[in-house]
């Protein structure tokens, strides 16, 4: 079993597919003074992934579990959605710690097993919500709980785009597609950043033949505020990240809010009784932010702080929200 001793160093990683995400991925590694020393694809002859390790100058050590038994320190998981569970268990249980894309796992129980096989094996796991390390989301988290809005009444968080390509593992049902799985997840996952964990949920979804959520338009309950989760692989080419949250002292608007990594500033609004007022947050890469936090965890240096058991909630509200789309229901979490 692999340990970390690595007297300061970087982390030695593999990757467990040749996904597109991996593109923002390893540089953020590379930057956070990681190496990638192993590369496993499902087709090793393939000319695809060929071409992706000479791009990235990664070696293909062969599939998957060659990945598990290689010497490495970190195992980054972005593979479809229903190979979260057995891939990121595997590599716990090889020693590895374990990067995993979003949604961590399909459900809440599933969320339960990875958490749990994390305590037993003392590896770290995190659920790789890059953009939630971005400057300007710790900043809407001070505006939100230090009050400066006021009361918060309602938060309205969106999410959506057009996926074109017919052959995407996002529109089968049986691998874990669907729109609030891919960029649904991230409104939710937003918004217990803001508000914590919600009582209920309501939710209603376009369905296609394949029976995976084209869109879907929830409503998460809290004491004194109703959050609204929208999501769609239908709304233009165009991502669409937008947030409005509404308080008794102001309100505040954004685009952009879910960009991990963007090339250009980014900013949002606040409108109050004092005027109305922009705040401007410079580019900044949150996948190497993530990577360096994970690293950091890993050595020892810090705490989590987005252990497995936060990742178990957030799967939860996912599960509140499915359950309530598919019958109509008001689910309580």
Not at 37 to 47: K, Q, Y
Not at 88 to 97: I, P
Not at 224 to 251: K, M, N, P, Y
Request: aromatic share 8%; proline share 6%.
């Amino acid at each position: 079993m692999t340990t970390t001793d690595r007297s300061g160093a970087g982390l030695r990683w593999g990757l467990l597919g040749a996904a597109r995400i991996a593109r923002a991925l390893i540089p953020a590694i590379r930057a956070s003074g990681g190496e990638v020393v192993a590369l496993g694809v499902r087709d090793p002859a393939s000319e695809r992934a060929r071409a992706f390790a000479g791009e990235w100058q990664v070696p293909i050590v062969g599939g998957y579990q060659e990945v598990l038994d290689a010497e490495l320190d970190a195992v980054y998981n972005p593979l479809p959605n229903d190979l979260h569970l057995p891939w990121s268990l595997a590599a716990m249980r090889a020693g590895k710690h374990v990067l995993t894309e979003k949604p961590l796992v399909l459900n809440a129980a599933e969320a339960q097993t990875l958490a749990d096989a994390a305590a037993e094996t003392g590896r770290v796991l995190l659920e790789a919500f890059a953009y939630r390390f971005h400057p300007h989301i710790t900043r809407l988290r001070e505006l939100v709980q230090g009050g400066e809005l006021g009361e918060i009444r309602a938060v309205r968080a969106a999410y959506g785009f057009t996926l074109n390509n017919p052959e995407d593992f996002r529109w089968l049902a049986d691998k874990g597609g669907g729109a609030l799985y891919d960029v649904g997840t991230y409104p939710v996952n937003l918004i217990r950043l803001l508000l914590g964990e919600p009582a209920a949920a309501v939710a209603r979804a376009r369905w296609t033949p394949g029976n995976v959520d084209l869109g879907l338009s929830g409503v998460l309950e809290y004491p004194q505020a109703l959050a609204s989760v929208e999501c769609a692989f239908d709304w233009g080419d165009t991502a669409t990240e937008r947030l409005t949250i509404l308080g008794t002292h102001g309100t505040l608007d954004m685009n952009g809010v879910y960009n991990s990594n963007p090339q250009a500033p980014v900013k949002f609004t606040i409108t109050s009784a004092a005027g109305v007022r922009e705040e401007e947050f410079p580019p900044f890469n949150a996948y190497t932010a993530m990577v360096e936090h994970f690293q950091q965890v890993v050595l020892g240096e810090k705490d989590a702080w987005y252990p497995p058991e936060d990742s178990v909630r957030h799967a939860r509200v996912l599960d509140a929200l499915f359950g309530a789309a598919r019958t109509g229901d008001r689910v309580e979490i």
